[in-house]
């Protein structure tokens, strides 16, 4: 085997180890952050942004305003409407967020 071969040999398999190798981002299973569209109600999206920003669509409506982390497992949104505490879970590409305005949770994906 040449010299070139086992150099490019090397450097494939610590490609294939190092692959594998990384932990999960933990705000992978803790950050609300990310673009959402609705699993549970399609027509509604999320995008709430790491500067504080947060946009929810309904159908044709937009409501801007701002949030912040209130414990764990809720955001505080201050829409035109005034602040509500919005509870969620995390998991991977999946949030379960409670909308304002709405008893039960509903589900997204990331876009």
Not at 18 to 45: E, L
Not at 82 to 106: A, H, I, N, W
């Amino acid at each position: 085997m040449t010299i070139l071969g086992r150099v490019l040999g090397s450097a494939f398999v610590l490609l294939v180890v190092g692959c594998g190798s990384k932990a999960p981002d933990k705000d992978m299973t803790t950050s609300p952050v990310g673009m959402w569209v609705g699993k549970t109600k399609p027509d509604v999206s999320l995008d709430i942004q790491g500067d504080g920003s947060i946009k929810i669509t309904q159908g044709k409506s937009e409501q801007l305003g701002t949030w912040k982390q209130k414990g764990a497992t809720a955001i505080e949104a201050t829409l035109a409407n005034g602040t509500v505490e919005m509870p969620y879970t995390r998991r991977d590409l999946k949030l379960t967020v409670q909308m304002p305005g709405d008893s039960s949770q509903s589900e997204f994906e990331q876009m």
